[in-house]
């Protein structure tokens, strides 16, 4: 076999590898299944801890998994409360990256009114904490799948 055929096998080769290898983003995020199954393979694994309705929370925040084990967590999740002077809630979100998020830590505070329903506090409550980690799940496949919307009636002005 002479040399030239050796390098065109090689070639072959590697292409064949690269072809079939995951994807850059799947392998910081340690994803390797393919397809469908990546996408919850290659969520955001998250420790709950802390004051909270767990069972609504991941009812409606479905594209994240939930792990037992603090340690095996890309995020640590602790949400803890106090009345405010008004009677309300103050719920505070406490976001600690882990894996590689160490270092991307967030908090973030929500209060509910005294007149605030149970179910009204907690709703409010989930879609601070989807704010809050959008910038986490963007930094995985699904966060190709998030959308983003405006509920407000304001409309764009230019600003000189």
């Known amino acids: 076999m002479n040399a030239a055929a050796s390098v065109a096998r090689l070639c072959v080769a590697l292409?064949?590898?690269?072809?079939?290898a995951p994807s850059a983003a799947a392998l910081e995020d340690g994803c390797t299944v393919p397809g469908d199954s990546l996408e919850h393979a290659?969520?955001?694994a998250v420790y709950p801890d802390g004051s909270f309705d767990w069972d609504y929370m991941?009812?409606?925040?479905?594209?994240?998994n939930y792990v037992?084990?603090?340690?095996?967590?890309q995020l640590y999740l602790l949400v803890t409360t106090q009345t405010t002077g008004a009677g309300g809630t103050e719920y505070t979100i406490t976001i600690v990256g882990q894996r590689q998020f160490t270092g991307?830590?967030?908090t973030l505070v929500w209060c509910s009114k005294p007149t605030d329903s149970y179910d009204a506090a907690r709703s409010d409550v989930v879609r601070t904490l989807k704010m809050g980690l959008?910038?986490?799940?963007?930094r995985t496949p699904i966060g190709a799948r998030i959308a983003i919307t405006y509920r407000?009636?304001?409309k764009p002005t230019d600003v000189n």
């Open 15 to 20: 292409l064949i590898l690269c072809y079939f």
């Open 42 to 44: 290659c969520a955001v």
């Open 58 to 64: 991941k009812a409606n925040i479905p594209y994240i």
């Open 68 to 73: 037992r084990d603090r340690m095996e967590a």
């Open 104 to 106: 991307m830590n967030d």
């Open 134 to 138: 959008v910038r986490y799940v963007a």
């Open 152 to 154: 407000g009636a304001a």
